[in-house]
């Protein structure tokens, strides 16, 4: 069966620092991974889509590495901000699933001003 | 540019009371999903519907039916609500081909049952 882990469960740095965010998974047979941030009392907003055939997705600067074989991804988030404050959820969806996807526990960040 | 919309944000329920959760989309999607978010747990799927007229068991189906109405709507109803069933209700939608399969969530739907 498929696990999704997420270490650290928290994260408080101060802002300006680059930091990497970890997911790891069991099971190398996935379609695709994704990150998505949630904020407090709001729905999940997709970040990053990593196809199963690729290593790195970047937007702005998020940028997200999957190396299957290991089973882990990062997401790197370069000069924070007290705004990336959020909860950083990783997501895979397997093959043979439906799409369904499978969900780490999340790593809830803090960025101090 | 409404995306997921989900109803209500909030609800209280007695033990045995019933309710649906609405969820509606305008994004023309044909795939949607049912999870629930309990603290420290990441998101388990409930029931999801791959097209209209076929809907399918998640993960934790129990305590739950669901009516995927037409393409845009998918409901969740709970016919006796348990204390176990306190969460927050997440509805998304799907679409794509292959290994690039994006989703959409709604804002979620809070519920205690006391």
């Known amino acids: 069966k498929q696990e999704v882990t997420q270490i650290p469960a928290a994260l408080s740095v101060p802002e300006g620092e680059n930091l990497v965010l970890n997911c790891s998974f069991t099971?190398?047979?996935?379609?695709?991974l994704q990150w998505f941030r949630q904020d407090p009392g709001k729905g999940l907003t997709s970040l990053l889509l990593?196809?199963?055939s690729q290593r790195e997705q970047t937007s702005g600067r998020l940028n997200a590495s999957l190396d299957k074989s290991s089973g882990r991804s990062t997401l790197y988030i370069a000069a924070s901000q007290p705004g990336d404050s959020a909860t950083y959820l990783c997501?895979?969806?397997?093959?043979?699933?439906?799409?369904?996807?499978?969900w780490g526990a999340g790593t809830k960040l803090i960025i101090k001003p | 540019n409404a995306g997921v919309t989900q109803t209500p944000k909030f609800q209280v329920l007695k033990t045995g009371q019933s309710m649906t959760l609405q969820c509606a989309q305008d994004?023309?999607?044909?795939?949607m999903y049912w999870y629930r978010q309990d603290p420290g747990m990441g998101l388990r799927l409930i029931y999801y519907?791959?097209?209209?007229?076929?809907?399918d068991k998640g993960e934790v189906p129990n305590g739950y039916n669901v009516s995927r109405l037409n393409k845009r709507e998918f409901s969740l109803r709970l016919e006796s609500a348990a204390p176990s069933q306190t969460s927050v209700y997440f509805c998304?939608?799907?679409?794509?081909?292959?290994?690039?399969?994006?989703?959409?969530f709604g804002s979620g739907t809070r519920l205690t049952v006391v």
């Open positions: 998304a939608t799907a679409t794509g081909w292959g290994t690039y399969y994006g989703y959409t």
């Open positions: 994004m023309n999607h044909n795939s």
């Open positions: 519907s791959a097209s209209e007229g076929t809907t």
């Open positions: 099971d190398s047979a996935i379609y695709n």
């Open positions: 990593i196809q199963s």
């Open positions: 997501a895979l969806s397997i093959m043979d699933s439906n799409y369904q996807l499978i």
